[in-house]
């Protein structure tokens, strides 16, 4: 996938309503569409084709799906109609710098409307978005092993100091290293049946960078090389044993907490949300707007969302423990009936725990009258 169909992925995981009507997901296998925020079950993303319309989707030979009817206008949100034109735009100009007043100008609104109109409904600025569509091209010509200094300037970049001060954030290793697949780098994992189903963990020499559940075995491990193929992926059920069956023993109910040495790239918006998940007390849960409020940011709560949807290590940053206001579950990757089953252990096993912890300092629970 290019970047933007990336962050479109994204979205259909966290079954994001804030991007519908921004494009549709056509799934090749049941030859239908659908709105982002679809509650069917997600398919596999080799799968996957996005359309700007439904009118798109239909003349490549798909049918509307009947549960979330993507052909109705469910939001009457200026954003709807907003931000496909700015997206348009951005990509058509993508070789000039375009200000954000330059594009305030375009849409005939204020750049301060603009600005926080689009965010709402994205997740992300205007100039963040065009910095991803920069970021892609990048990768789409180191992909083709394409020189760097060229691929940097063919991709908008102005200058090669800045992108190299923040790669090891955005390609997760140089330009140089990116170009070359990821040669080099070694990567160890195992997998192991679990609660609930099949998990991944794959770590580098500083920790774990990757945790994956319930998929077939093969499936996991191309997952794990799509973006690095170059990488030296080494299986290592001895070398990480220790490590995979602290988190089955915890999706058993057995260790609350698992502290294990993180390798993970994300922004600094990224971080806080995932800070924040790690402190949600093991058996309860908060909603996406208690964790926006706890990290300063009242009304991120969709960036929150899709923070959660982008978390690379599964159970290690809970994300699971983020729900709708309302009881309702929201989104996750891996599926609601996996979330449901980590959550039903995390609570069943948090008050026996409790107890136990009452009875060991010498305090027995109080009998009921």
């Not at 056509?26 to 439904?54: D, M, Q, W």
């Not at 790669?167 to 070359?180: C, D, E, F, K, V």
Request: net charge positive; with cysteine.
């Amino acid at each position: 996938m290019n970047a933007i169909d990336e962050q479109r992925w994204q979205a259909v995981l966290a079954r994001d309503a804030s991007r519908d009507g921004t494009f549709v997901t056509a799934v090749l296998t049941t030859g239908i569409y659908c709105r982002p925020s679809c509650p069917a079950r997600h398919p596999r993303p080799e799968n996957v084709r996005f359309y700007p319309k439904p009118d798109d989707a239909e003349r490549a030979g798909f049918r509307a799906c009947k549960r979330c009817r993507p052909r109705e206008d469910r939001r009457p949100d200026r954003a709807v109609d907003l931000v496909p034109r700015v997206c348009r735009y951005l990509d058509e100009n993508r070789d000039e710098r375009v200000t954000l007043s330059d594009l305030a100008r375009q849409m005939n609104l204020s750049p301060h409307h603009l600005q926080r109109t689009f965010k709402r409904a994205t997740g992300v600025s205007p100039r963040q978005y065009a910095e991803a569509l920069r970021l892609g091209r990048l990768k789409q010509r180191l992909q083709g092993k394409e020189p760097v200094t060229m691929a940097l300037y063919e991709a908008g970049y102005g200058s090669s100091s800045r992108l190299y001060e923040r790669s090891n954030a955005r390609l997760g290793m140089t330009p140089g290293a990116y170009r070359a697949g990821g040669k080099g780098a070694v990567i160890r994992y195992a997998i192991a049946r679990t609660p609930i189903g099949r998990v991944l963990v794959a770590a580098t020499e500083k920790g774990v960078c990757s945790v994956r559940i319930g998929e077939p075995a093969e499936t996991m491990e191309r997952a794990l090389k799509r973006e690095f193929p170059e990488a030296t992926l080494r299986r290592d059920q001895t070398g990480l044993s220790d490590w995979i069956e602290r988190i089955a023993r915890h999706l058993r109910g057995g260790e609350p907490r698992i502290e294990l040495p993180l390798d993970v790239r994300g922004t600094a918006f990224q971080w806080k949300v995932w800070e924040a998940l790690r402190a949600i007390p093991y058996g309860e849960t908060k909603t996406y707007r208690e964790v926006a409020r706890a990290i300063g940011k009242p009304r991120a709560a969709r960036a929150v969302g899709r923070a959660c949807a982008t978390n690379p290590v599964a159970i290690l940053i809970p994300c699971h423990r983020v729900v709708r206001e309302g009881g309702g579950l929201g989104g996750y990757a891996y599926g609601l009936p996996t979330k449901q089953q980590i959550l039903d252990t995390e609570r069943s096993s948090a008050p026996k725990r409790a107890r136990r912890r009452q009875i060991g300092a010498g305090k027995m629970p109080r009998p009921i009258a």
